[in-house]
């Protein structure tokens, strides 16, 4: 009796169709072509970023361009590395929405993409402290606001902050829709 | 037949041990307890951090302290929360220890952990920058490399960056672990 009312139950789930990840799956491929534009962006921006007063002496050139700062030399690397991660990550991506279960490939993109998480966080926020210390300069240790002269290029180089922290934004969603994904399956 | 053979294998999943989560819960635990005394100390590393050099003038006085700068103040927030974090979110991973699927508990923590994650990235990453510029300062933009006076204040801010780097690694780790509990679960 105790039996069969527990094969009844048993059965009964198996009858009730499962909760569905697709639209999670579809969220998730949308923000990875998202991403994948806004960090190609925020590279670009940042690359191409360069400044030349119009005075020069004979021995000294003001210009100012990326590779100045080895943070944004930096920042421009691992916006090129996000990416190329979203663009590898995008069939991944468009897999999982045809799969049913997909936990091994879902658990590699949570484990890859707060890897992404952190080295573009720590990109981003490196340039801008140092944009910050560019803009408003610092007192105590008498650094100076160079962004009064080097106007144009410091409002490139902010501007391309923009891109890289909408897709930091969109990693930690990314990151929510899998473990939402992996804790529904049933 | 067909009925009987399924009902049999059913019986026979639910004979077989699930596959346990509690070596993972374990070490989720431990490397809490390790994110929270490391965050701690970055904190009042970094907020203890002060240089006065041996001259001044009858106008000027020359110290240094973590709050002339506001990347270091946001270091020293970010740090303290982190680990008031850590601090609540120990009793949740005590619980996981003790219950068997705990999927929503997980979920929740994948979300805040990857929080963390991006806010500890940015202040740590921010104040390493701000620290190297601090160190070798920057020839086009003509700031001086301050650390040369004051030594003992940039040793004291670079060694709490340690803690705060650590914990980043952590919280990685425990994104990866969550996630892998929560794929195993059956």
Chains 1, 2 share one sequence.
């Not at 030349?52 to 590395?81: E, H």
């Not at 409002?155 to 934004?169: E, K, N, P, R, T």
């Amino acid at each position: 009796m105790m039996k069969a009312s527990q094969y009844e139950a048993i059965e009964s789930s198996k009858l009730s169709p499962p909760r569905s990840n697709r639209g999670l799956s579809i969220l998730d491929l949308i923000f990875r072509v998202i991403a994948l534009g806004a960090t190609l962006g925020s590279s670009v921006a940042m690359a191409t970023s360069e400044q030349q007063l119009p005075f020069f002496t004979r021995f000294l050139k003001f210009d100012a361009q990326y590779d100045d700062f080895p943070t944004f030399a930096f920042f421009v690397l691992v916006n090129a590395l996000a990416c190329g991660y979203f663009a590898f990550s995008i069939p991944l991506s468009i897999l999982n929405i045809a799969r049913k279960g997909a936990e091994r490939s879902r658990t590699i993109l949570i484990v890859l993409d707060s890897i992404m998480l952190g080295l573009l966080t720590a990109a981003a926020s490196a340039t801008a402290s140092i944009l910050y210390l560019a803009h408003s300069g610092n007192g105590s240790a008498n650094w100076l606001a160079v962004c009064q002269q080097f106007n144009d290029f410091c409002h490139q180089a902010s501007g391309s902050l923009i891109g890289s922290f909408g897709a930091v934004v969109i990693l930690m969603l990314l990151i929510i829709i899998q473990g939402t994904a992996l804790a529904r399956r049933h």
